[in-house]
């Protein structure tokens, strides 16, 4: 039977690099289409369903689209970038990688949103080489909408040994070839993300058991029928 909402449910999942983040949200936005609900997953869609050209290409056509109408949304974005210490190509970067999510958010179709790499998870990347609050920055380049925001736990070193058993190359960590800095920077992840101010906290020891506890853990607060 499908369910109807009246509003948009935006689910943030954020944590450390290898955390499973996309594998976890991934199995509750199927969870979530078998008990009948309309669910997105831009992050997820966009970046395991596309070649890097094409997600780079859409990205591109997003932000052009987006800044030709909403002036003043993205001078306030641009600020957040610039204070978090980016210029140049690398601001653009991140207003390439920011503004298409907010377009997303602002769409306000009734639907369950699920963001393994969302505007969170933007906010941590552009905290990570500053000195910026992380809530702040999300606080500042989010819109109205309001969002369920799902911390995945697991230590550093757990995250590492994952990371090792994948097979892509996405994180600055990864790209790092340095051990020591390797376990530097994702302990710099781990103070970010303890640093917000997460709605749910999940371990994640195991998929299928995180999976089940966040789907408890959002019937009970209210968020699913």
């Known amino acids: 039977m499908e369910v109807n909402l009246n509003e948009p449910i935006h689910i943030e ?3 450390l690099p290898g ?7 991934h199995l509750v ?3 979530l289409r078998a008990k009948g609900y309309s669910v997105y997953e831009p992050s997820y869609e966009l970046d395991h369903y596309s070649n890097p050209v094409i997600r780079k290409t859409k990205k591109l056509f997003s932000t052009l689209c987006f800044l030709l109408s909403n002036h003043r949304i993205c001078r306030k974005i641009k600020l957040q970038v610039k204070v978090n210490g980016y210029c140049g190509s690398s601001a653009m970067q991140q207003m ?6 907010i377009s997303i958010y602002m769409s306000n179709k009734p639907a369950v949103y699920i963001w393994d790499e969302g505007l969170l998870q933007s906010a941590i990347s552009l905290a990570f080489n500053s000195e910026v609050d992380v809530n702040l920055t999300y606080n500042s380049i989010k819109t109205d909408v309001s969002s369920i925001k799902v911390l995945l736990q697991t230590d550093v070193y757990t995250a590492l040994d994952r990371m090792k058993k994948r097979t892509t190359n996405d994180s600055r960590v990864e790209k790092e070839v340095n051990l020591d800095r390797q376990i530097q920077m994702l302990e710099k992840y781990l103070d970010i993300c303890n640093a917000i101010c997460a709605d749910i906290v999940i371990p994640t020891d195991c998929v ?8 408890s853990a ?8």
């Open 13 to 15: 999942f954020f944590g």
């Open 29 to 31: 936005a199927e969870k």
């Open 19 to 25: 955390c499973g983040k996309s594998t976890i949200s």
């Open 218 to 225: 959002l019937t009970e607060r209210g968020i699913l029928v």
């Open 96 to 101: 390439i990688n920011i503004i298409p999510k």
């Open 208 to 215: 299928t058991d995180s999976t089940d506890m966040l789907m």
